[in-house]
């Protein structure tokens, strides 16, 4: 008899879980024109990125110097105006994709499998994000943009944790990341995990179809979810 390998499942946030409504993007342009005047040093995508990548990239643009302290202040600013944003977002475009909550009571408190998160939000950023739809209690652990810039690296950091709370090392695991861009797919591989990639962000289902995602779905309500996640 065959025993299943330990798992490990990592979910990222924005655009896999839930769409914020633009908060996130809000908050980090406010903070720029706060600090700076304006935020045309925002005008690019920030999906599958990382939340420190990002202010790296926008400081860049606008021709700043770029320090990991100025990053840090900058990452503290940002944290009080989404908190702002979540709390004044309209709650019609703030909100849970379908099959989440399925999926998540479906994985969580089986024997063998840990359930956390693999996102480029800083661990507050996430919590935050998670609160308003009532996910925070499914992820005790997760891989965060608060613990490495790289998305590879977050989530490898994502996966030791997750291995931990499993008693073994992670090699030893079965990783798969759920998230929706091609970088979760790229930072997956990279670590010698899998990905379920799923077309609720801004990619779309042919561009993530093309990409070398072991499951490609249009959204976590397929039954083929449970049955490759569980595997």
Excluded: W
């Amino acid at each position: 008899m065959t025993t299943r390998a330990r798992t490990v499942l990592l979910f990222d946030v924005d655009g896999t879980l839930i769409t914020s409504g633009g908060a996130g993007r809000r908050a980090v342009e406010s903070t720029i024109a706060q600090r700076f005047g304006d935020d045309h040093g925002c005008t690019f995508s920030f999906g599958g990125m990382t939340d420190r990548g990002i202010f790296r990239t926008a400081l860049t643009n606008l021709g700043q110097t770029v320090t990991e302290g100025l990053i840090d202040a900058l990452l503290a600013q940002y944290v009080d105006a989404l908190r702002r944003e979540v709390a004044t977002t309209d709650r019609s475009i703030y909100h849970m994709h379908v099959g989440v909550t399925e999926v998540l009571d479906a994985v969580s408190g089986r024997d063998g499998v840990a359930v956390g998160l693999g996102t480029g939000n800083v661990e507050v950023g996430a919590r935050i994000k998670l609160e308003p739809v009532g996910l925070n209690p499914y992820f005790d652990f997760g891989g965060y943009g608060s613990d490495a810039e790289p998305r590879a690296d977050l989530i490898a950091a994502g996966a030791d944790r997750g291995a931990q709370r499993l008693g073994v090392t992670r090699e030893r695991c079965r990783v798969v990341i759920i998230g929706d861009t091609l970088r979760d797919v790229e930072a997956a591989h990279a670590i010698g995990g899998e990905c379920l990639a799923v077309a609720t962000g801004a990619a779309p289902s042919e561009t993530l179809r093309a990409s070398r995602a072991e499951l490609v779905v249009d959204d976590l309500t397929s039954p083929e979810v449970l049955r490759f996640l569980l595997a």
